[in-house]
């Protein structure tokens, strides 16, 4: 049972958000030297290592293989879809794209949940909704432009049709999620295994293998802790020392905004003004969205 408290809450939050913010950075720096299956094939093999540490540390040994069968089916189906597809498509857009475009466009998710649970969950919308989703993909659109007005073209459009495919993976992979009541690590770590099978099935049948260049496999190493292994048992954590989650789920606004200084400051790219503007754009698209549905309940 854990008690809950705000200050333990904050700090787990605050750890999250630091590491969401500068793993951008460690793609790009990775895939200077390394394909995007590559850099999936090194993280992959890093957070599952890091999850089952964890997992021994936290004893849920014994939750891990008290799953079913129809559990473990469901797991491999996850683990297909998040880490496999979702971060295979991902590090493609961010070999195509400047980081400060590829990272805001890719956290249009939580809009793409509500697209999506539009059209699958059949749920009901209102305008202020529609409006609010016309907000945020204005915010891809002015992102896209990569400070460029001439003409209002989409630069790199393939990578940022890879962005946002990214998301729609994401937003799927939570929507199937939301049925299962296993333990999130027990969850996580089983997915993340069968992720670990695909990816090396993946690089072993095209090849990837056979080149990996050493000098992206560090910041790779780091994609695997920061972005998905540690991190996400930081965020859990969180989630469950706080007595509201709301409090703790609004510091995740801040990730974007620390990502652009990180970018700024270690992969020199001059940051646009499109970029900042069109991640405010999604930002309030994506509050106005969440301020509805705190009504709704």
Excluded at 234 to 255: D, G, H
Aim: hydrophobic share 55%; aromatic share 12%.
């Amino acid at each position: 049972m854990i008690v809950k408290n705000n200050n333990i809450a904050l700090l787990y939050a605050g750890l999250a958000v630091l590491c969401w913010s500068t793993v951008a950075v460690a793609f790009k720096l990775s895939l200077r030297y390394l394909s995007a299956a590559q850099l999936l094939f090194i993280a992959n093999h890093t957070a599952s290592l890091a999850l089952i540490i964890q997992a021994i540390l936290n004893n849920k040994w014994r939750q891990f293989f008290a799953q079913s069968i129809k559990q473990t089916i469901n797991s491999g189906i996850l683990g297909l879809l998040n880490p496999f597809f979702y971060y295979l498509i991902l590090f493609k857009a961010y070999s195509v794209l400047p980081a400060q475009v590829a990272q805001p466009i890719n956290f249009i998710w939580p809009v793409m949940l509500v697209l999506l649970s539009i059209l699958l969950l059949k749920q009901k919308t209102r305008l202020i909704s529609v409006v609010a989703m016309a907000i945020s993909f204005s915010g891809v659109f002015l992102l896209s432009l990569q400070g460029s007005f001439t003409g209002l073209n989409i630069h790199q459009p393939f990578g940022v049709l890879l962005a946002l495919s990214s998301s729609v993976i994401w937003s799927l992979y939570w929507i199937l999620n939301l049925k299962d009541k296993r333990d999130d690590q027990v969850r996580l770590l089983t997915s993340f295994l069968f992720s670990s099978l695909f990816i090396s099935l993946w690089c072993s049948l095209t090849g990837e293998l056979k080149t990996i260049s050493t000098a992206g496999i560090l910041p790779a190493v780091y994609t695997g802790l920061f972005e998905m292994g540690i991190t996400f048992v930081f965020w859990i954590k969180a989630l469950q020392y706080a007595t509201s989650t709301a409090r703790v789920s609004n510091l995740i606004y801040m990730t974007p905004f620390l990502s652009l200084i990180f970018i700024h400051l270690i992969l020199h790219e001059t940051i646009y003004f499109t970029s900042v503007a069109g991640l405010v754009l999604i930002i309030t698209g994506i509050i106005i969205q969440q301020s509805m549905s705190e009504m709704k309940a």
